[in-house]
Each structure stands twice: as C-alpha cells, then as structure tokens.
C-alpha cells in the first residue's frame, strides 16, 4: 500500500518519528520500447557488508547504449534494499517517479520539504503518490523556517555565496544526508539530465557521491524524450509549466520560461 511518511527530527535529542499517512492507487508500465541485451553482473573491486565497490570506468562502459529500464534494473539487482530514489516531485518528475517504480514498486522516494515549496508542488506531490502509489520518506530541516529567518533573516536574499550557501545547507543538504544515512542507502538513482547543465555533461550513468552511487538512467534523455514519455503513459507535468516556469524549486527561487528556453518550448510541439 501506498505511503507517505514525514520524518520529524527533534533537535534536541536528535530522535526522528515516521507518521505515515494513507496514499491510494497505481499506474503501470515502462514506457521504454529499447530492449537491449541483458546487462551482466557488474564489474567490482570489493564487497563489505555495507558498501558496494564498483569499477565505474567498466559499469559506465557497460551500460553505454542500455536503455533507462535496463539501467534502472541493472541498479536493483546491484543495490538491493540499499537502493532509494529522490523526487523535488518538480516539473518533470512524473517520469523518473513512473518509471522506477515500474521497475521497484515499494523503492523509498526521498522527499525534501524545505518548507518553501509553492502551493502547487504540494498538490502535484499528492496526485502523483495517490496515482502511483509511492512510498515517500518525506524529510525536513530540524530548524523551521521561521526560526531560520528569525536567526539569519532572509538567506535567499542577500546577495552572497556564504549565505546562500548556508542555506542550502540547513534546508536542502542536512535533511538529505540524514535521509540517505537513516534508509542505509547505497544506490540512490535521480532524474538529473546533460541537457539541464554543462557541469551534468561529464557525468556518468553511474557516480560515486560521497558513500552512494548516484545512478542517473535518463541522463541522455533530452525535453522531447520527456514530453514522449509523458504522453505515451498520459503523466502530468507540474501544472506550472503551463504558467511559464521550466524548473519549480522553492517559491522565491523558481522562474518563468526565457528566450533561451526554446528547446522546452518546441518539445511540447515537436
């Protein structure tokens, strides 16, 4: 069954608590018409009890032309119960959420309220756990946000790296951590694309991210493969795509389409 957990941490003895709140129904499918050859077992260097050691260069080279369904369960069989997922449930996420859980149902889907979210993401959270049944870990900053203002002011305003920096770090980069280290992660697949930055266009399909690997299945995928893939499985988008926005993030951070987004423009006509 379905459903959304909110990890509550209580900063004063650093316990957390998981109230879980009732999700319904689900959509199946794969959306991927690639059927390549079966991936074998992947190249290592070693194995503990708690981390796996790969040889990225080989995995990276193994997986080259492999579809983002092979990709996904070539990561299953690899990580096993070590394998977690994350979702800003942002204007795109309805793929990567559908198709890994095509793949592994009942995978944890990391979620981070930073407490700044629009209104909207909340709700396009909530119909895609209800449509595909999710099994969210919901986590959130020990410090309120209103504590956090009341103690730094407005972080996201000042026009310095240190304090955006800080925020990142009590809203965004504490909770995640927290989450990846509570759930015993060691694989954690995201929906991070080339296209989206120059500094995504040297990643691998597979990358060592602190004690994780960090699996990216449709890191090739470009915005019309998105729009493809929406359609075929009839996904939404966020709903404020329609209203100009390319990326959804928190509400003082997220921005309208520019002139310079014409490649999302053209996906949805293409």
């Known amino acids: 069954m379905p459903r959304l957990n909110l ?4 900063q004063a003895s650093g316990n957390q608590q998981a109230a879980p709140i009732e999700s319904p129904d689900h959509l199946d499918g794969n959306g991927n018409t690639n059927q390549p050859q079966s991936i074998q077992s992947n190249p290592m260097t070693g194995v503990t009890s708690n981390q796996i050691e790969l040889d990225l260069e080989a995995v990276n080279q193994q997986l080259t032309d492999t579809s983002a369904t092979k990709i996904v369960e070539w990561a299953a069989e690899t990580f096993g119960d070590g394998l977690v997922m ?4 942002g204007i795109q996420s309805a793929v990567m959420l559908h198709l890994v859980t095509s793949v592994v149902p009942d ?3 990391i979620w981070i309220d930073t407490g700044y979210l629009p209104v909207k993401t909340y709700r396009f959270a909530e119909e895609l756990i209800e449509r595909l049944k999710l099994n969210v870990k919901v986590y959130q900053s020990a410090m309120s946000p209103a504590r956090m203002e009341a103690l730094y002011d407005r972080l996201w305003e000042k026009n310095d ?14 909770p995640m951590q927290r989450a990846l280290r509570e759930l015993n992660a060691t694989g954690w697949l995201a929906g991070l694309r080339k296209q989206q930055t120059d500094h995504r266009k040297s990643m ?3 990358n060592k991210q602190a004690e994780q690997y960090k699996i990216l299945p449709i890191l090739n995928w470009h915005s ?6 929406l359609t075929a499985h009839d996904l939404p988008y966020h709903p404020m795509f329609d209203e100009g926005y390319t990326t959804v993030g928190d509400w003082h951070s997220s921005r309208p389409l520019s002139f310079d987004d014409q490649d999302e423009r053209v996906s949805r006509s293409s």
């Open 224 to 229: 019309r493969d998105i729009y493809k893939y």
């Open 7 to 10: 990890i509550a941490s209580d």
């Open 86 to 89: 994350s979702s800003s449930f």
């Open 204 to 206: 691998g399909w597979v």
């Open 107 to 109: 995978i944890p889907v």
């Open 161 to 174: 790296v240190q304090s955006l920096n800080r925020y990142d770090q009590i809203r965004k980069v504490e």
